[in-house]
């Protein structure tokens, strides 16, 4: 009787709001609906929260209708027992998931219930506002079928929920981190390509700079305009500190893959030193960036130097990532990378090595950012360089390695930074792209 009343409770959301013409929304709640026919502890979480928010839109509908039929003197008794009937399904059946009767219906995968709900949730959520916030369609889906936006937040909710489920443990998280980092990427390229070739759907409102990471910080210096993608890195450091870099940077997933080539082991031989390089860089960077404005270098002119950085980024993964098994660019070239390490600071987020560390090393043969040395690791805390990508927990027989966030336990911390970091990555596959 309680998945009847769910099902239907979503079926009637769904019509009201074809009734609307948003048939995004309409789409939304038929799958929903339709997810709700799993047993699933998260997709019972998912529901209680939608059903409720749709208890909510039912009351505040009703309160408009009996209000403008009172306005003009119109019958509205049998209408307020229509409207408070709707209200009242769909709070039943947002209380019927959390009750006992539906935490035995909705009683598998247990222990992710919570974090792949908070996945689904929040990535609907960042997805909602962005849509509602930026001033153009900014979702896909609406920039090809007016309206729609909503049945691609479903999908990419949906894709979310999923890369939770895959990252759960440690072993899970390091094999499917890179792989669903070469998916953004090459979604990302391949919209841009589209965009480029004349599809301009795919892009953004402004002025296109290259995909180089270097030209977030010179191009605005450049320009003396457009400080959308610093605004939205700086954002994103703030929020999941230098995970940026592991999980979220376009051009990272293919350092990382240039890395992993014949399955190498990082090098021990790498010279740290060369972490702090990227200092230099994007001195130089920003520097190259104010003279060609202030000599008024032409826009075609700096392309080609801004084209000329991106390929020597390119040849030092070829070359240099390939023959010692760790991502050398990110590490010692890229200078947001450096950026994204300080600015991490600032982050709430940490990695530590708990006291009973046996001190095995092993941590340090799966690290390719160079942050676990033997003096790293007798410190309690990874390096500089350090992008909470979260391979090392993985490899750690005694799981003392653990994320940490203030006042929250190890498990709980890294839930919740896995809940941003995942949802960042599903928003940003969902948008146009710059």
Request: some cysteine; charged content about 15%.
């Amino acid at each position: 009787m309680g998945i009847i009343c769910i099902v239907l409770s979503y079926i009637l959301l769904a019509a009201h709001a074809v009734r609307g013409g948003d048939w995004g929304l309409a789409v939304f709640m038929t799958g929903a609906a339709c997810l709700a026919l799993f047993r699933d502890r998260w997709v019972g979480y998912v529901s209680s929260v939608l059903l409720a928010c749709g208890a909510v839109v039912w009351l505040q509908w009703g309160s408009s209708l009996i209000g403008l039929r009172v306005a003009v003197g119109g019958p509205w008794v049998r209408l307020a027992f229509i409207m408070g009937m709707l209200f009242a399904l769909s709070l039943f059946s947002a209380a019927y998931c959390l009750s006992p009767a539906g935490r035995e219906r909705f009683d598998g995968n247990i222990e992710q219930g919570a974090f792949r709900a908070a996945v689904f949730l929040l990535t609907a959520l960042l997805l909602e506002i962005t849509r509602a916030r930026v001033p153009f369609p900014i979702v896909l889906a609406d920039r090809f079928f007016p309206g729609w936006g909503r049945a691609e937040i479903f999908l990419l909710a949906l894709y979310g929920s999923w890369v939770g489920g895959r990252m759960f443990s440690p072993d899970g998280a390091v094999r499917t981190r890179p792989v669903i980092w070469v998916i953004f990427s090459a979604v990302f390229f391949v919209q841009l390509g589209l965009g480029l070739s004349g599809l301009e759907q795919f892009l953004m409102t402004g002025r296109l700079h290259l995909p180089v990471p270097a030209l977030i910080a010179a191009g605005p210096v450049y320009r003396g305009s457009g400080f959308f993608m610093p605004i939205l890195f700086t954002v994103s450091v703030l929020l999941v500190g230098p995970a940026w870099c592991s999980h979220l940077c376009y051009i990272g997933a293919w350092d990382d893959r240039c890395s992993r080539v014949g399955h190498k082991k990082p090098s021990s031989s790498f010279p740290r030193k060369l972490i702090w390089l990227r200092m230099v860089l994007l001195a130089a960077v920003l520097s190259a960036a104010w003279f060609m404005r202030r000599a008024g270098v032409p826009g075609f002119a700096a392309l080609w130097w801004a084209a000329g950085f991106g390929l020597a980024g390119i040849f030092i993964m070829l070359y240099f990532s390939r023959r010692m098994g760790m991502m050398v660019h990110c590490t010692a070239f890229c200078p947001m990378g450096i950026v994204s390490n300080l600015l991490g600071r600032i982050s709430p987020w940490r990695m530590r090595i708990a006291e009973d560390c046996c001190k095995c090393f092993k941590c340090s043969r799966v690290c390719r950012y160079s942050a676990l040395s033997r003096q790293d690791i007798e410190s309690g805390r990874p390096g500089i360089s350090c992008t909470l990508c979260g391979d090392c927990l993985s490899v750690c027989p005694s799981s003392s390695i653990h994320y940490k966030l203030p006042f929250l336990s190890p498990a709980l911390s890294r839930n919740v930074f896995l809940v941003l970091v995942i949802a960042l990555h599903a928003l940003f596959m969902g948008v146009a792209r710059i």
